[in-house]
């Protein structure tokens, strides 16, 4: 056998092994089934609705789904390896002046045909008065768990695979402008306001690419969702949760 007969088997048993590998691996099925599980909880709150429950009565289901959310998370933790590298105090002031301006575009981009269904939002009131333990858990969910959950999901892991299926190995800095698009588009059309979205999952992108760490989009989401969370509080335009 000649060394270059070697050498087509040895290709031949390499691309087999590729071919039977699984599409997710460990590392990957951690960053999704955290995601998944706020997911199956929406989907589940909208099954209800339909069998006649109330949007009212079914508030307390979101502290149910970030508790769950954290139990998936904390039970993956070991897995979120980027996690472990920190953020510098330049580009942390630069995540949170993007995740202001992100909040400021939300509120903006509002018209029409910028949003998706009529979206009844989360309403926190009781008898006309707000019922403070669920406007904290709202505002602890939306602030804290879900920009972790979901940069952990929409960047550290879709942004990458769809580069390559060993997403790990691929360097923030070197992702390919196709992934980013792809990307901010689904990110858009996982939320009623679509374009704002868009604009947003661009913008966390742009910071995970250009500081090498998830910590500065995770920090600039939680900068956006809790601006967010305070001005709904303040304004009573509970559609915006």
């Avoid at 800095?173 to 374009?195: D, M, P, Y």
Wanted: aromatic content about 12%; hydrophobic content about 55%; glycine content about 8%.
């Amino acid at each position: 056998m000649t060394e270059h007969d070697k050498q087509g088997m040895g290709s031949s048993a390499t691309a087999a092994v590729a071919s039977d590998s699984p599409m997710f691996n460990r590392a990957a099925w951690a960053r999704i089934l955290p995601f998944l599980t706020y997911l199956v909880f929406i989907v589940a709150g909208d099954m209800l609705e339909r069998l006649g429950y109330s949007a009212a009565g079914l508030r307390w289901l979101y502290g149910v789904k970030i508790a769950a959310v954290l139990l998936v998370l904390a039970f993956c933790w070991r897995h979120y390896t980027d996690l472990r590298q920190g953020i510098t105090p330049r580009a942390a002031l630069l995540a949170a002046v993007v995740g202001s301006l992100v909040f400021a575009l939300w509120i903006g981009l509002s018209a029409g045909w910028m949003v998706v269904g009529s979206p009844a939002g989360f309403d926190p009131t009781t008898n006309g008065r707000l019922d403070w333990p669920m406007v904290l858990t709202r505002i602890a969910g939306a602030a804290l768990v879900v920009p972790l959950m979901e940069e952990l999901f929409w960047r550290s892991f879709l942004l990458r695979w769809i580069g390559a299926a060993d997403f790990e190995s691929i360097d923030p800095s070197q992702i390919r402008f196709k992934s980013v698009l792809i990307t901010a588009l689904l990110f858009g059309v996982e939320h009623n306001q679509w374009l704002a979205g868009i604009v947003a999952g661009l913008a966390y992108s742009a910071l995970y690419m250009r500081h090498r760490t998830i910590w500065s989009p995770i920090l600039a989401h939680a900068v956006t969702n809790g601006l967010l969370a305070a001005w709904v509080v303040a304004t009573s335009n509970w559609t915006y949760w």
